[in-house]
């Protein structure tokens, strides 16, 4: 495939295109109509998106990339993931359990699972090992990796972080596609596993929660989607509501500069210290109490504006376009902050995920050993 449909940029204009189309036709009750304050918004971050993926408009496909050069090793790869096993344990012995049979038993709140701190280091090894393993599963065939990489989402199912396991499943989609020639059957494969995705991120959720809660939302226009499997109006609510809210409050937000929208990159014990008269600053008023997802601006535009948040997008979306051109050459490494890009413009329709410890670290991290890398000229491929 072609690297300037694999850029940040290009797929963040998509993402807010894509949403943009499912938002039009208003299956929800929710969705109000945009004011002209919202377009406009809407409008620069899509050509932003289209900017920034320019430089990447040549003809060099992404399977050029030495996979080889910018994965670990299978050794540093069963290390990590035996670290991964131990580290899980202390968050179920905290819990007194596992929250899937623990909501089962007793409705137990499984927003309360994991160790504060401790719980984002191991959601950070959990990102780092899953793809490792799936590339390594690419180049052995080893049913007994692929049997792993189930195990691994299967427990990240029943802790109910399904946030989690969808970035691991965008993280070997992409590697997917970075190792593979696009082909009828690659798509077909990629389209029955998006499919599949749906479905499980239904079945999750009614488990954890009430079976289809979002039907008395749907609208006229809606109604074909009780039809179909719960998934595709999870699907679908979670897509457009955080569209909805933000078109619903943007034309009234007075930003507050306080610049509580960076508490999530501190630990908790750090965030109390520095942020300990402020709290989180939110002004957004959610237009159905239900349909509580975010886009990436929930926090941004009532803390600096319309204007600040747009020069966080340009911020970030340089960052990305710095770890899209590390993987084109291919330096060690540079597979995790692509794909931690790639991850948090896919859903930037739902939260701002870059300013989350868990992948602001391990972008960062990574990026910084990439650069060591190339300082020392230590395994450098050029």
Request: aromatic share 18%; glycine share 6%.
């Amino acid at each position: 495939m072609s690297i300037f449909l694999l850029s940040p940029g290009f797929i963040y204009a998509v993402i807010w295109l894509f949403t943009i189309i499912l938002y039009s036709l208003g299956l929800t009750t929710n969705i109000t109509p945009m004011s002209s304050d919202v377009v406009l918004f809407l409008l620069i971050n899509i050509v932003l998106g289209f900017i920034f993926a320019l430089p990447f408009l040549r003809f060099r496909t992404i399977n050029s990339v030495r996979l080889k050069e910018v994965m670990p090793s299978y050794k540093v790869t069963k290390r990590w993931f035996f670290i991964w096993c131990l580290a899980i344990i202390p968050d179920a012995i905290v819990a007194g359990g596992i929250p899937m049979l623990l909501q089962l038993k007793d409705g137990y709140n499984y927003t309360e699972f994991g160790i504060p701190t401790y719980h984002g280091i191991v959601n950070m090894i959990f990102l780092f090992v899953f793809p490792s393993i799936f590339y390594h599963f690419l180049l052995s065939r080893k049913k007994i990796l692929l049997m792993v990489l189930l195990l691994m989402c299967i427990w990240e199912m029943l802790v109910f972080r399904r946030g989690i396991l969808m970035s691991g499943l965008v993280e070997v989609f992409f590697l997917y596609f970075i190792y593979k020639r696009i082909t009828i059957r690659v798509l077909i494969a990629v389209f029955s596993l998006v499919i599949t995705v749906v479905l499980l991120f239904g079945v999750v959720g009614d488990i954890r929660g009430a079976e289809n809660p979002y039907n008395y939302m749907l609208s006229s226009d809606g109604a074909i989607l009780t039809l179909l499997p719960s998934g595709f109006t999870w699907f679908y609510v979670y897509i457009t509501a955080g569209l909805a809210n933000l078109t619903y409050n943007l034309p009234h937000i007075i930003p507050a500069y306080d610049f509580t929208s960076f508490q999530d990159l501190f630990p908790s014990v750090i965030r109390n210290l520095i942020y300990s008269d402020l709290g989180f600053h939110d002004s957004m008023i959610l237009v159905d109490a239900n349909a509580n997802v975010s886009t990436m601006f929930e926090k941004l535009v009532p803390d600096l504006g319309i204007a600040g948040s747009i020069c966080i997008v340009f911020t970030m979306l340089c960052l990305f376009n710095i770890a899209y051109n590390n993987i084109l050459k291919s330096y060690r490494y540079s597979i995790y902050p692509y794909t931690i890009a790639i991850q948090c413009v896919i859903f930037s329709g739902f939260y701002n995920i870059f300013f989350i410890q868990t992948y602001f670290l391990l972008f960062i991290l990574t990026l910084f050993l990439i650069r060591i890398k190339i300082k020392t000229k230590s395994e450098v491929n050029v």
